[in-house]
């Protein structure tokens, strides 16, 4: 099912960047705090772009990285090719 909102993996890199922490931090950080398990291969493809994160997820990684939903939402212009949810 394609999303209506395409999040920014650059935006997410940048978060996570700015934060100091390492894709595997954010994937502890999600299991402890958020109870969600992802593979790090997961998260870093969201960061490139090649996968989206499922509702659940966003949710849970805007809290991991201390911001808001729209702080990661893709440029209408950006948004206009549907990209498959992932977990």
Same mark, same amino acid.
């Given at each position: 099912?394609?999303? @209506?909102?395409?999040? =920014?993996?650059?935006?997410?890199?940048?978060?996570? #960047?700015?934060?100091?922490?390492?894709?595997? =931090?954010?994937?502890?950080?999600?299991?402890?705090? #958020?109870?969600?398990?992802?593979?790090?291969?997961?998260?870093?493809?969201? #960061?490139?772009?090649?996968?989206?994160?499922?509702?659940?997820?966003?949710?849970?990684?805007?809290?991991?990285?201390?911001?808001?939903? #729209?702080?990661? @939402?893709? =440029?209408?212009? =950006?948004?206009?090719?549907?990209?498959?949810?992932?977990?």
């Amino acid at each position: 099912m394609a999303q @209506l909102t395409k999040v =920014d993996g650059r935006k997410l890199r940048q978060r996570r #960047e700015e934060l100091e922490l390492s894709v595997d =931090d954010v994937v502890q950080a999600l299991a402890k705090r #958020e109870k969600r398990s992802i593979h790090p291969d997961h998260l870093r493809n969201i #960061e490139l772009g090649h996968k989206q994160p499922g509702v659940k997820l966003f949710g849970a990684l805007c809290r991991v990285l201390s911001s808001n939903r #729209e702080a990661f @939402l893709a =440029d209408p212009a =950006d948004a206009e090719q549907p990209v498959k949810a992932g977990r």
